[in-house]
C-alpha cells in the first residue's frame, strides 16, 4: 500500500462524558483522516467539530429486565453492526476508537469482523456492559482509573487517565463578579436527577454566605424551584461554558460524580464533597466518587443518608481548615493524567502502525500529537 493518513472512525455518542473525551484525542490526530459515528438527536450533533464527517445510526442500549424491548435492542444492535461493516468498508477505514455507551457495540463487534484494530477508552471506575462485554474484541482497552483493569480480566488494559478537554489544561479568566478574597464553592448537580441536590444546597447556602464564602450554583435543566434567595455572592446558572475557568478558581466543588467532572476535577486541583447520582446504572458514579474518596482528595456522601444541617457543617469545617484542603487538592492532582490524550493518541497510532507495517502515517507514531 502507498504511504498515506491513516482513516479512523470515532464512535462516540450521547453525553460529555463520552463526546469530549473522543474530540480531545481527536485534535491529537491530526495528520490522521477521521469520521464520527453517532446516534441522532445526541449531543454529538452540535458538540463534534465540522471537519470531521458525522454518521448516525440508530442504536439502543440494554435496560431493565428481559422482555420485548430486549429482542428490539437486539435486532436493532444487529441492524446497526451491518451498517457500520458498510461503512467501514465503503470507506476504506483502518482503525476504530470508541469512549464506549451504546454506540459502541455496534462500531467494536463491525470492526472486530473485519479484522480492524479497535481501541476503546472506558472513563468510569466501574466499566459499563458494553466495556465488560465487549473489551476481549478490542485490541486495547484504556482505562481513566486504575482500579477499571480488575473488571476487565479478559480485555488489553492500559492506565492511561481521561483526556480532557484542553481548556482545563490552560489558566482560563472569569467573567463571573467572584471577590478576590471571598472562598468559592462551586456546586455542580447535572442535569440529571439534581433536583433532590439543589434543594439540599439551597439550604445550605444562607450559612456559607454568612462565612464569606461565594458560591456558584449550576442548577441544570433539571431545576424546578421557584425559590429565589437574592445575593451579591449566591450566583445561579443553569449552565456554565466556562467551567474550566470555575474549577481553576474554586476554592471547593459539591458535585455528582460523572467520570468527565471528576476528571476536570483531579485536572484542576479542585478538592470536593461528591453526592452520587443515586440512580445512576449500576451505582457507577459511587464507584467513581470512592477512588478519590479513597485517596482522600474528596468526601464521599450518599444522598439518601445526607442532611442539610450536616452538609452545611462540613463544608465551613473545610473553610475554615485551609491546610486541609490544600492536601485534599494535592491527593486529587495525583490521580490525573493531564497529557491522557497524548498517550492515547500515541497508543492508537503505535498500534495501528503495528497492525498495518505497509501502510503508514505521514510521520512517526510517537508525533501524532500536534
Not at 101 to 126: D, K, M, R, T, W
Request: charged residues 15%; aromatic residues 8%; hydrophobic residues 45%.
Amino acid at each position: 500500500m502507498s504511504k498515506a493518513a491513516i482513516k479512523l472512525l470515532i464512535a462516540a455518542s450521547g453525553t460529555g462524558g463520552h463526546v469530549f473525551p473522543a474530540i480531545a484525542v481527536a485534535e491529537k490526530l491530526s495528520g490522521y483522516q477521521i469520521e464520527w459515528l453517532g446516534v441522532p438527536d445526541r449531543l454529538e450533533s452540535k458538540l463534534v467539530p465540522k471537519e470531521y464527517p458525522l454518521h448516525l445510526i440508530r442504536v439502543g442500549g440494554f435496560q431493565g429486565k428481559p422482555g420485548i424491548g430486549t429482542l428490539k435492542t437486539i435486532a436493532g444492535l444487529i441492524k446497526g453492526i451491518f451498517q457500520v461493516r458498510k461503512l467501514l468498508k465503503q470507506g476504506q477505514f483502518d482503525a476504530v476508537f470508541s469512549t464506549g455507551g451504546y454506540i459502541s457495540a455496534p462500531a467494536i463487534l463491525a470492526g472486530y469482523s473485519l479484522g480492524l484494530p479497535v481501541f476503546l477508552h472506558e472513563s468510569n471506575a466501574l466499566p459499563g456492559k458494553v466495556t465488560r462485554w465487549l473489551s476481549p474484541f478490542c485490541t486495547k482497552v484504556a482505562v481513566g482509573f486504575v482500579a477499571t483493569s480488575k473488571y476487565l480480566p479478559r480485555a488489553k488494559t492500559i492506565y492511561l487517565g481521561t483526556p480532557c478537554r484542553q481548556q482545563f489544561l490552560t489558566p482560563q479568566p472569569l467573567d463571573l463578579p467572584i471577590p478576590k478574597d471571598s472562598p468559592l464553592i462551586v456546586v455542580v448537580g447535572g442535569s440529571q436527577g439534581a433536583v433532590a441536590l439543589n434543594k439540599m444546597i439551597r439550604e445550605c447556602v444562607d450559612t456559607w454566605l454568612d462565612a464569606g464564602a461565594t458560591i456558584v450554583h449550576i442548577v441544570g435543566g433539571a431545576n424546578t424551584s421557584t425559590e429565589k434567595i437574592e445575593h451579591p455572592q449566591y450566583i445561579v446558572l443553569p449552565f456554565y461554558d466556562n467551567m474550566a475557568g470555575l474549577f481553576q478558581r474554586a476554592d471547593l466543588a459539591i458535585s455528582r460524580a460523572g467520570a468527565a467532572t471528576l476528571n476536570e476535577l483531579m485536572i484542576t486541583r479542585t478538592p470536593s464533597i461528591l453526592i452520587p447520582y443515586p440512580y445512576a446504572a449500576e451505582d457507577h458514579q459511587y464507584y467513581n466518587a470512592n477512588v478519590l474518596a479513597t485517596a482522600n482528595g474528596a468526601l464521599l456522601f450518599r444522598q439518601e443518608n445526607l442532611t442539610a444541617q450536616f452538609l452545611a457543617v462540613e463544608v465551613l469545617h473545610l473553610l475554615q481548615n485551609p491546610q486541609r484542603m490544600k492536601t485534599m487538592a494535592s491527593n486529587t492532582s495525583s490521580l490525573g493524567v493531564i497529557n491522557s490524550a497524548d498517550l492515547l493518541a500515541d497508543t492508537i497510532g503505535e498500534s495501528i502502525n503495528a497492525h498495518l507495517p505497509a501502510k503508514q502515517t505521514s510521520r512517526p507514531a510517537q508525533d501524532v500529537h500536534s
